[in-house]
């Protein structure tokens, strides 16, 4: 099956700094990948939608100067946490649509804890 | 209009018991529904989908029931193991556009040994 991957799986930051996550679709081609963002307890919250090669779509209340989404490839596409704070600390997920598998499909990453210290 | 509610928000069932989770929704656009599992700590994993076209799906001991009328659907879950504890939710999408996902508020399933 399709799978996606998430680097890293838990990362510590101190406050003001940036911090990278990668998702990757190992085996299939993601023209569509999705940012999630989970806070404890919580539902999966949308946070963009990107698309290789052109600029990310964002959904209303995220700050895009704030958390840079890059699609540079049709496998990989990155999540930038600039000038991190407490606040942003929560469990980002990505999922990736395969589009030999189908129109709704989605598969998601096993998730990035982000702390903020 | 973009909503999924979901409920409950909690269910213990015993072992071997049914579960069952309701979902309902207002967009009429809305012509994918899937059910996802969440372990802590890990990502969602599809369970099992259905298109309003069909009223029922069933795979494995995962069943999904669709009401297109009441625009609501359920999931069931037979013969229920502690290891089907985790968090489960709904989600509905859209064929048109970026098939955004939109998830239910999630439900906490714990079955008793």
């Known amino acids: 099956g399709a799978v996606v991957s998430q680097h890293p799986s838990w990362v510590i930051c101190k406050s003001g700094t940036s911090v990278k996550i990668e998702c990757r679709s190992l085996d299939f081609q993601a023209t569509t990948m999705f940012w999630y963002r989970q806070f404890p307890k919580q539902s999966l919250m949308l946070m963009a939608t990107?698309?290789?090669?052109?600029?990310?779509?964002?959904e209303q209340g995220v700050e895009k100067d704030k958390f840079l989404i890059n699609h540079a490839s049709l496998t990989l596409s990155t999540l930038t946490v600039t000038s991190a704070h407490p606040e942003d600390s929560s469990f980002y997920i990505c999922?990736?649509?395969?589009?030999?598998?189908?129109?709704?499909?989605?598969?998601f990453g096993p998730g990035t804890r982000l702390t903020v210290t | 209009q973009q909503q999924v509610k979901q409920s409950p928000q909690s269910l213990i069932v015993q072992k071997g018991g049914i579960s069952i989770i309701n979902c309902a929704y207002e967009?009429?656009?809305?012509?994918?529904f899937p059910w996802y599992q969440q372990f802590p700590g890990k990502g969602p994993a599809l369970l099992i989908a259905i298109r309003p076209d069909v009223s029922e799906k069933k795979e494995g001991r995962f069943t999904i029931s669709f009401n297109k009328s009441a625009k609501q659907f359920s999931l069931h879950i037979m013969d229920s193991q502690p290891g089907d504890s985790a968090t489960y939710f709904c989600a509905a999408s859209m064929g048109t556009g970026f098939q955004k996902l939109v998830f239910g508020t999630g439900t906490r399933l714990l079955v008793s040994p």
């Open positions: 990107s698309n290789e090669g052109s600029k990310a779509t964002y």
């Open positions: 967009n009429t656009a809305f012509d994918y």
């Open positions: 999922s990736a649509r395969d589009p030999l598998a189908g129109v709704y499909e989605q598969y």
